[in-house]
């Protein structure tokens, strides 16, 4: 059994991109829409060594359980509490949002360790975006770029 690691975040961040890097293939959707992962998809995945296995989620929204985003979320927190390790992920080029926030609070109510990644760092645009991911909480984030491998 390998350990779970899941990626979660709000919509459009770039975890399906994440996760397609982490896996070694396209096996995840990725599209410049938000709200395109609409179910938890997972893969085994070797980094420097280490096995894990990955676990895609969709964009984590603020909605009513029984609403479409309702159950997409109800899923990510299933995927966290089955997990080893979340990777929260950040869009640093577009700050740190309420919904950033939001999630961020209910991440420090769960068990699950919890590593924070901002994305989107490639070039300088992101600068901002990683101080202010400081007062989330979680320690020092990962600069990363998903798209060009950047921090891996
Ligand atoms: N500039 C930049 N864009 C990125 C990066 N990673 C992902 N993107 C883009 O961000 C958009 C969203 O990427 P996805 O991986 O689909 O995002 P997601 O978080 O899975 O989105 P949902 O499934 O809708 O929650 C796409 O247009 C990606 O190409 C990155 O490192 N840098
Ligand atoms: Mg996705």
Do not use: C
Request: aromatic residues 6%.
């Amino acid at each position: 059994m390998l350990p779970n690691i899941a990626i979660i975040g709000r919509p459009n961040v770039g975890k399906s991109t994440l996760f397609n890097r982490l896996v070694g293939k396209k096996l995840a959707l990725v599209d410049d829409r938000p709200g395109v992962t609409r179910d938890r998809r997972e893969g085994p995945a070797n980094l420097l060594g280490l096995e894990f296995n990955v676990v895609d989620t969709a964009g984590y929204e603020d909605e009513d359980a029984k609403s479409l985003p309702g159950r997409m979320r109800k899923q990510t927190e299933m995927a966290v509490a089955g997990a080893e390790l979340a990777i929260f992920v950040i869009d640093g080029r577009a700050g740190l949002t309420p919904l950033d926030e939001e999630i961020a609070r209910w991440l420090r109510s769960s068990k699950t360790p919890v590593v924070l990644l901002v994305n989107k760092a490639e070039g300088r645009a992101a600068e901002s975006g990683i101080l202010e991911s400081y007062s989330l909480g979680f320690g020092d984030p990962i600069p990363f770029s998903a798209e060009h491998g950047d921090g891996v």
